[in-house]
């Protein structure tokens, strides 16, 4: 039997290496590498045996071009959103309960949503998730012609033919966290808004309504902000500089809310004594232990969930059009970065 020394140093071992190792034909190390029958349960012993030895791994690219279907669902996320690292972690769960795998493809600074989506379609995927996406609609339903698309966290008014929608209901999400705010005994609840991002409008339109039903209408007031901790920051600099500060502070998501606890961490205002704060999402960053943020959660899970099962009913001819667009109520989760205000 060859010792492993035949397989040359730095080269990936191939299926001829494996059943030369282990003293078998070609067709027989493939049948017990993919699991068939037929094979003994001594050469299937044999094979694995020799297979880890020589640090033998099946070629799933390779095996996914000899057949018809890759049964690939390709995942567009943003590197610098925390909620969406939480969402392929459930996404990986979901699609592998539904004999899927995942391929990721990351949108950055210096990387456009067309190159994620592109990377993903090269890669033979047959359905596309899409996390919070930027894109216009015409370049949704220009996907959607080519594959079933499932958008995830982004409300599409009107639906795009084609196109999926599962999204948290961001308006009941924000009119939560002003409950709750409210409920604490706080009047001046100030809202950092997410401009244009997915998500924004609705959690802005849940603010408002929420401290109109409170009646505090005339209290109402928008700060400009964003998806990153810099933008919450620069909206926690401008509350700082007012005399009259809030006593209460719901932000985008959690990345901003982070954002605007370090910025009065650095200028010692204490949180929550002083000023409470609220993000959105309940990503990892809001659970950690020096943290602790109370935050509105998504239901990463869900949404996973039923994104996947959207994508492979499209593809397994179970879809129905009066399921389209998908609706998760979020819930909130208390910390402790919100308390009675020392002031009202």
């Known amino acids: 039997m060859p010792s ?4 040359p140093d730095g080269k990936r071992p191939t299926l001829s290496d494996l059943a030369a190792r282990s003293g078998v034909s070609v067709p027989l190390a ?6 068939a029958k037929g094979p003994s349960a001594a ?19 390779a095996r996914l071009l000899r057949s018809s279907r890759s049964h690939l669902v390709g995942v567009q996320f943003d590197l610098r959103q925390p909620f969406h690292a939480d969402m392929v972690e459930a996404l990986y769960a979901a699609a592998g309960a539904a004999g899927y795998q995942i391929a990721l493809s990351a949108v950055a600074a210096s990387r456009s949503e067309q190159e994620a989506a592109e990377t993903l379609l090269a890669d033979r995927c047959e359905a596309l998730i899409l996390l919070s ?27 795009v033919d084609g196109v999926d929608v599962v999204r948290a209901a961001d308006d009941e999400g924000a009119r939560q966290a002003v409950d709750h705010l409210v409920a604490l005994g706080h009047r001046d609840i100030v809202h950092i808004d997410g401009g244009r991002a997915p998500g924004a409008a609705d959690r802005r339109r849940g603010y408002k309504s929420a401290m109109k039903h409170h009646g505090l209408t005339d209290r109402v007031r ?11 920051a620069a909206a926690a600099r401008t509350l700082l500089a007012e005399a009259a500060r809030p006593t209460a502070v719901l932000a985008f998501n959690d990345h901003c ?13 204490p949180v929550p004594d002083e000023i409470s704060v609220v993000g959105f ?26 994104a996947v099962s ?19 109520t979020p819930h909130l989760v208390i910390r402790s970065t919100t308390r009675a205000p020392c002031r009202s």
């Open 4 to 7: 492993r020394s035949a397989v």
């Open 133 to 159: 996406p930027h894109a216009p609609a015409a370049r949704l339903a220009e996907l959607a012609a080519q594959l079933p698309v499932v958008s995830v966290a982004r409300r599409l008014r009107p639906l």
């Open 310 to 328: 959207r994508a492979v009913a499209r593809l397994e001819g179970g879809a129905t059009d009066d399921e389209r667009e998908v609706v998760v």
């Open 43 to 61: 050469s299937r012993e044999r094979v694995l045996r020799a297979a880890q030895e020589i640090g033998y791994r099946p070629d799933s690219r």
């Open 222 to 232: 928008l700060v400009p902000g964003g998806l990153t901790e810099d933008h919450g």
């Open 281 to 306: 999402d309940d990503s990892h960053l809001a659970r950690l232990a020096h943290v602790q943020l109370t935050t509105v959660g998504q239901e990463a899970r869900q949404l996973a969930r039923r």
């Open 257 to 269: 809310a982070i954002g605007v606890l370090d910025t009065f961490l650095r200028a010692r205002i």
């Open 30 to 35: 493939s049948m017990v590498m993919r699991g």
